[in-house]
Structures are given as structure tokens and as C-alpha cells.
């Protein structure tokens, strides 16, 4: 059991939020623009280069603005010297493991790797470049998606919460609350009479259990969104294989920004008092988020179209396949960053703050308050 001695730096958390909120948007116009220059001047007409030139600049943008969160980051759950060694020892594995197998099957895909690195690099240096700067790219990326997912909740979420105790069932409702009624999937028949927190308590230690259940959950949904792009004909006959890989991977990117808010609304425990029975928020939010029978549904006929339209099955679930290891990869790499990083201060930061606007304006707040 890894013991953390955490406590809640408010001050600190708005201002880096404050920060994050004001680049998000200038982000995301320069990297629309700068994707839709690259797809106009790429000279070509095809799609699948367009569309990748397109993508790219979104994961740049949200890597750069990675590198501030990274240095302004939490500390840890665990030691700094065990986290590097599992950033340096994975991706290493991970390597030996891909030459090994692709001695076997599919050979090609070491000669792509050294095409990616210019052909400059030994053959069996190629992989590790490769994956090493994944995982950079990687981790700076998920720093700044998760950081951005953590600025706007810990900002608004407590407003969300206060306005849904105004919910009245009946065409009364603001847009908002119809919005959030919808949302949060709230059955007609509960009567809304407050907002309460049940926080879950993880006894100061590294939340494992909110890890695997965080991976899985991302390379559930992430495969689901991208099974559809990959296993579509009409992407099939638009993109190249490499394309495919290269745009759901960049999808898979920003998957985290639909699972996170059902962890930490779970994780608050945040739920609807009512006469009825009382409500907890993140089962409805996860149910309009992760909905497994519809992928499975939507995998299976896909799958059969594709085979009834005759594409190379064999080359298409070997490429597939890659593209599984790298979402389970990246699942991976997103939940333990969140976990290690930014979990307690996410968590301690949307209970003080709903705390503070639940107490009576003369009451003194508790000594304790915002320690895990």
C-alpha cells in the first residue's frame, strides 16, 4: 500500500485552471487553422492525407500546453523515482516485445518504423525510437487533455450541481436544467430536493482500483468510437490502413474528455436527494456515455459488411490489431497520469469548493477541510 500525504493547494489549482481556461480556446483555433492549411496546401486531393493533416495539430497544441501542465502538475502518489522507472522500463518491453513479434508476423511493420525515423537509425533501434517518442508525445498530450477536463469541471461542476436543486420536472425548467436532466439521465419520477456528496474515501493511498477501472474504461470507449472509423467501408475506401491507424489513435487521444466526468462524479459521490429515493449523477451520466451492447452491436455489422464487400481481412485485423495494442497503451498511460496526478486535486477541489457554497455565509469552515 503506497501512502500520499496530499493536501488541496487552492490557490495554486485556480490560477493554473485560470491559465488553462484562457489557452484552451486559442489553442484550438490555431490548431483548426493550422490543420486546415495543411490540408489545403498538402497537394494532394485524396482524403486520408488531408484528414490526417488536419487531426495532427490538435494533438500538438494540447501537447504543448501539456509541457505547462506537466510543470505545474500535483505531486505525485508515487515517488518521482518509481514513476520514472516505470516511464523508462515500459516503453522498453513494449519494444522487445514488437521486434520479437514481428520476426513473426508482419516484418513490414519494422520497415515502417525505420521510415519514420529516416532511415538513420539501426534497424533494431528503430522500434525504440519510435516508442519512446510515442510515449512523450503521449504523456505531454494526456497532461494537457486531462489538465483542461480538470480546469473546466472544477470550475463549473459545482454550479451544475447548485443549479440542478432548481429542477422542477415540468416545462418551468431552464434550458440548463433540461440540459442536465438529460445528461445525467434524472428519471421524471424523482422530485429534486437537494444536492449532497458522498464522497468515496481512498485512505490515502494510490487509487488502483480507480486506475484499472479508469484504463478500462477509456480503451472500451476509445475502441468503440474508433472500431467504427476502422472497420467503416467507407473510410475503408477513403483512408489507407496507416491513415485509419493514425486518425483513430488521434481520436483515442481525446476520448478521456467523455469518460472523466462519470469518474469524478462518482468519485464525489454526488447524488440527488429526493422523496423517492436518492440518485446517484454518475450512473445516469455513464449510461449516455458507455453504452457496451450498442458496440457490440456496431462492431459485429461492420465486420460483416467488410467481409461482404471483400477487403483484406487478414492484413486489415493484423493492422486492427496494432492499433488495439496502442489505445490499451495509451488507456493505460492516461489513466495512471490522471491517478498519480491529478485525481486527489480534481477530487478535494469540487468538494471544498461545493463545501464552501453549501455553508452559511457566517460559518467557520472546518480545520480539516481539503485534506485526503
Not at 443549479?163 to 422542477?168: A, D, P, R, T
Request: proline share 5%.
Amino acid at each position: 500500500m503506497i501512502s500520499i500525504n496530499f493536501e488541496y493547494d487552492r490557490d495554486g489549482s485556480i490560477e493554473k485552471d485560470r491559465m488553462i481556461i484562457k489557452a484552451v480556446p486559442y489553442i484550438a483555433v490555431v490548431s483548426a487553422l493550422a490543420g486546415l492549411l495543411l490540408a489545403l496546401f498538402a497537394g494532394t486531393s485524396e482524403t486520408g492525407p488531408a484528414l490526417v493533416r488536419f487531426c495532427a495539430p490538435f494533438v500538438v497544441g494540447f501537447a504543448i500546453l501539456g509541457v505547462y501542465s506537466f510543470r505545474h502538475r500535483d505531486k505525485g502518489a508515487l515517488d518521482e523515482r518509481m514513476t520514472i522507472t516505470i516511464l523508462l522500463v515500459v516503453p522498453l518491453i513494449i519494444s522487445i516485445t514488437i521486434i520479437i513479434a514481428t520476426s513473426y508476423v508482419m516484418p513490414e511493420i519494422i520497415d515502417l518504423l525505420i521510415d519514420v525515423t529516416g532511415s538513420w537509425a539501426p534497424k533494431n533501434l528503430a522500434v525504440p525510437i519510435v516508442i519512446y517518442s510515442l510515449t512523450a508525445l503521449m504523456m505531454f498530450t494526456s497532461h494537457g487533455v486531462i489538465s483542461t477536463v480538470v480546469a473546466y469541471f472544477r470550475k463549473y461542476t459545482v454550479r451544475i450541481y447548485l443549479s440542478m436543486e432548481k429542477i422542477k420536472n415540468n416545462d418551468t425548467d431552464s434550458e440548463r436544467n433540461k440540459i442536465s436532466r438529460w445528461v445525467y439521465d434524472i428519471p421524471d419520477i424523482i422530485d429534486v430536493k437537494c444536492i449532497e456528496l458522498e464522497p468515496v474515501r481512498h485512505y490515502n493511498t494510490f487509487p488502483t482500483k480507480l486506475f484499472l477501472s479508469l484504463a478500462f474504461s477509456i480503451f472500451a470507449l476509445g475502441l468503440s468510437v474508433s472500431s467504427y472509423i476502422f472497420l467503416n467501408p467507407i473510410f475503408q475506401s477513403a483512408l489507407t490502413l496507416p491513415e485509419t491507424v493514425i486518425v483513430t489513435v488521434i481520436l483515442t487521444f481525446f476520448v478521456p474528455v467523455l469518460v472523466l466526468p462519470w469518474f469524478i462524479t462518482k468519485d464525489t459521490g454526488a447524488k440527488i436527494k429526493s422523496q423517492a429515493r436518492d440518485y446517484y449523477l454518475w450512473k445516469g451520466l455513464r449510461k449516455r456515455l458507455y453504452q457496451g451492447f450498442f458496440t457490440v452491436i456496431v462492431f459485429l455489422s461492420l465486420l460483416a459488411i467488410s467481409i461482404y464487400l471483400g477487403y483484406d481481412m487478414v492484413r486489415t485485423y493484423y493492422t486492427y490489431a496494432g492499433y488495439v495494442l496502442i489505445t490499451a497503451y495509451l488507456s493505460i498511460l492516461y489513466a495512471f497520469i490522471y491517478a498519480n496526478y491529478y485525481h486527489a486535486g480534481f477530487r478535494e477541489g469540487i468538494i471544498s469548493e461545493f463545501n464552501e457554497a453549501k455553508r452559511p455565509k457566517d460559518a467557520v469552515p472546518p480545520v480539516n477541510e481539503g485534506r485526503e
